[in-house]
T-cell receptor, first 113, second 115 residues
Framework: GAGVSQSPSNKVTEKGKDVELRCDPISGHTALYWYRQSLGQGLEFLIYFQGNSAPDKSGLPSDRFSAERTGGSVSTLTIQRTQQEDSAVYLC???????????FGSGTRLTVV | AQSVTQPDIHITVSEGASLELRCNYSYGATPYLFWYVQSPGQGLQLLLKYFSGDTLVQGIKGFEAEFKRSQSSFNLRKPSVHWSDAAEYFCAVGLSGGGADGLTFGKGTHLIIQP
């Protein structure tokens, strides 16, 4: 597509529920990134995919968070048993290759009530 | 660990006036440097980047930034701001340009434009 597409744009969920956030990168972009943006923490790097592989998952905040990428394209970020502190905007970005500067999506605003 | 400091949380500038947004970084080596802009409800848009070479880099929307190694700074400038420049501006650094290690972002500077 023309840009990085994220869905849903807004998600309100009850504490304890699982949520899935989707990112559709720019076609041909091999590198994909997830960031979290919150008032208290600013922008935090979560995970990077080169193709379908994520070499380092240590940036994920807890073991309730997982991410996958299939077919070198779409990625999903899953948060299990959501907590109120998970409320944030989750941003996805992609680039043609690592280090090239990112194109960000508009984000998914997650609110846990 | 690397860090990025944007000392000004808010800056107010009159339309047509010049602008300088400050960014200082702490890093073991010269990192890749970026400036992004975020309008309300939007993702981040890349304004410009510095990897190597000429220390004065030109970006989109009339912005430029100057890398000063001795000051560990990468300040963003614009000679004459427009009302549409009102937004949040983020400085970011990365060892590999934001690959496996991602980018480290500053807390952002909120730019307000006065008519």
């Amino acid at each position: 597509g023309a840009g990085v597409s994220q869905s849903p744009s807004n998600k309100v969920t009850e504490k304890g529920k699982d949520v899935e956030l989707r990112c559709d990168p720019i076609s041909g972009h091999t590198a994909l990134y997830w960031y979290r943006q919150s008032l208290g923490q600013g922008l935090e790097f979560l995970i990077y995919f080169q193709g379908n592989s994520a070499p380092d998952k240590s940036g994920l905040p807890s073991d309730r968070f997982s991410a996958e990428r299939t077919g070198g394209s779409v990625s999903t970020l899953t948060i299990q048993r959501t907590q109120q502190e998970d409320s944030a905007v989750y941003l996805c970005a992609s680039s043609l290759m690592a280090g090239n500067g990112y194109t960000f999506g508009s984000g998914t605003r997650l609110t846990v009530v | 660990a690397q860090s990025v400091t944007q000392p000004d949380i808010h800056i107010t500038v009159s339309e047509g006036a010049s602008l300088e947004l400050r960014c200082n970084y702490s890093y073991g080596a010269t990192p890749y440097l970026f400036w992004y802009v975020q309008s309300p409800g939007q993702g981040l848009q890349l304004l410009l980047k510095y990897f190597s070479g000429d220390t004065l880099v030109q970006g989109i929307k009339g912005f430029e930034a100057e890398f000063k190694r001795s000051q560990s700074s990468f300040n963003l400038r614009k000679p004459s701001v427009h009302w549409s420049d009102a937004a949040e501006y983020f400085c970011a650094v990365g060892l590999s340009g934001g690959g496996a290690d991602g980018l480290t972002f500053g807390k952002g500077t909120h730019l307000i434009i006065q008519p």
